[in-house]
T-cell receptor, first 117, second 119 residues
């Protein structure tokens, strides 16, 4: 059974810092990995998706890397801003494109990020 | 596109009552997912549909939960009878799932959620 762990559970940093959020998964047979952001009381917003054949994806100040063989992904946030404060979740999709498992995303518990001015 | 639309946004009900949550996926998406989020258990997949057909409902907690997708633009999640432990935020998400080699990115788009409180 796939398990996804995110470290740290919570992170508080001053504005302007570069930071790294970590995600690890136990089964390396994944199809892709997705990073989401969730604001309090809101739904999830997709930030970046990395296919299993890719090593990284970038969007603005965000960079996500994937090391499938070691079961790890990191989300790098450059020059953090108070508006980045949210919960960040990673989710993996199994590599079995057939059968009944292809749609199952397994989520980590999330990292609660607070960026203070 | 208005995104994934869920209703109601908030529901407060008493134990034993029937609860129906509704979801309209993004037009053109062929896969729909129901998730439940609680502080203790995080996000859990309850059931998902592909082309309106339930593919995997192994996450549905018990027989009190049922989900339907009568057409490509509408799905319901029903709890009957509801219990206090069902209190959670229920999310609907959709994506376009392509099969075979070179499948698409399958970015999952979530609705804003339905916050259910069972007293």
């Amino acid at each position: 059974k796939q398990e996804v762990t995110q470290i740290p559970a919570a992170l508080s940093v001053p504005e302007g810092e570069n930071l790294v959020l970590n995600c690890s998964f136990t089964d390396s047979a994944i199809y892709n990995l997705q990073w989401f952001r969730q604001d309090p009381g809101k739904g999830l917003t997709s930030l970046l998706l990395i296919q299993s054949s890719q090593r990284e994806q970038t969007s603005g100040r965000l960079n996500a890397s994937l090391d499938k063989s070691s079961g790890r992904s990191t989300l790098y946030i450059a020059a953090s801003q108070p508006g980045d404060s949210a919960t960040y979740l990673c989710a993996v999709r199994p590599g079995n494109a057939g059968g009944t498992s292809y749609g199952k995303l397994t989520f980590g518990q999330g990292t609660i990020l607070t960026v203070h001015p | 596109d208005a995104g994934v639309i869920q209703s109601p946004r908030h529901e407060v009900t008493e134990m034993g009552q029937e609860v129906t949550l509704r979801c309209k996926p993004i037009s053109g998406h062929n896969s729909l997912f129901w998730y439940r989020q609680t502080m203790m258990r995080g996000l859990e997949l309850l059931i998902y549909f592909n082309n309106n057909v339930p593919i995997d409902d192994s996450g549905m907690p018990e027989d009190r939960f049922s989900a339907k997708m009568p057409n490509a633009s509408f799905s319901t999640l029903k709890i009957q009878p509801s219990e206090p432990r069902d209190s959670a935020v229920y999310f609907c998400a959709s994506t376009l799932t392509l099969q075979g080699l070179g499948s698409g990115a399958n970015v999952l788009t979530f609705g804003a959620g339905s916050r259910l409180t069972v007293l």
